[in-house]
């Protein structure tokens, strides 16, 4: 089955660049997305990558995807305070019908000033 | 902007009463979908709606659950009886078609907490 996974929490200075891993399982996925939920709110895409694309930028993000390992990473450069929030990796298996997401368990990133 | 709306955006409810949820997604957004967020995990889909029409229903607890989506516009989500581990978050979700990069647009969600 599906199985997304993510490290628990990031920390980083305000300034420096913050990198949030995630690893997938299923090999058929053809959308991955990046997701930042602040406390008590939705969620807001951030970025998504196509699965035969290996990099995606987009002013401060920058998205990896190494579909050898099924690895996925977002880069956020120059962080600030105002990233602070859960963020969420989810792919979207090519196997289900429509566009049932399946999400890891988010990493919270904190940002110290 | 366009935006998905939900209510109630709380509520607190004892084990064994019913609960609804209410959410019109962003006009003209045919794909519907519900998640439930348990406090520290990701969302996790319970129901997708193509219009009026059930797609994808595997994950709902059909024994206490129950969405319908009657015009194919708004939606509601039923829970009956709550349990004490029904207390999450209920997000909905709309997008503009089921394909493609598909871009799900998420409303504020519903804090469930069942006493």
């Known amino acids: 089955g599906e199985d997304v996974e993510q490290s628990l929490f990031l920390s980083v200075r305000e300034g420096d660049s913050s990198v949030i891993n995630c690893t997938y399982t299923?090999?058929?996925?053809?959308?991955l997305y990046w997701y930042k939920q602040e406390p008590g709110a939705g969620l807001q895409l951030l970025t998504y990558?196509?699965?035969?694309?290996d990099m995606k930028q987009d002013q401060r993000l920058t998205v990896l995807l190494n579909k050898k390992d099924k690895h996925l990473s977002l880069r956020i450069a120059d962080t600030q305070t105002g990233d602070s929030a859960i963020y969420f990796c989810?792919?979207?298996?090519?196997?289900?019908?429509?566009?049932?997401?399946?999400f890891g368990g988010g990493t919270r990133l904190m940002v110290k000033p | 902007e366009a935006e998905v709306a939900q209510s109630p955006r709380y509520k607190i409810t004892e084990k064994s009463q019913a609960v609804a949820f209410w959410c019109d997604p962003i006009?003209?957004?045919?794909?519907l979908y519900w998640y439930r967020q348990i406090l520290g995990q990701g969302p996790e889909l319970l129901v997708q709606f193509q219009d009026e029409s059930v797609v994808d229903d595997s994950q709902l607890p059909k024994d206490r659950f129950s969405a319908e989506r009657l015009k194919g516009v708004d939606s509601t989500l039923k829970i009956q009886p709550a349990e004490l581990g029904d207390s999450a978050m209920y997000l909905c979700?709309?997008?503009?078609?089921?394909?493609?990069?598909?871009?799900?647009?998420f409303g504020p969600g519903t804090r469930l907490t069942v006493l």
């Open positions: 990558i196509f699965s035969n694309m």
């Open positions: 006009s003209g957004h045919a794909t």
């Open positions: 979700a709309s997008s503009l078609r089921g394909g493609g990069e598909g871009e799900q647009f």
């Open positions: 989810a792919e979207r298996p090519n196997n289900n019908a429509g566009n049932m997401l399946t």
């Open positions: 299923d090999s058929s996925s053809t959308y």
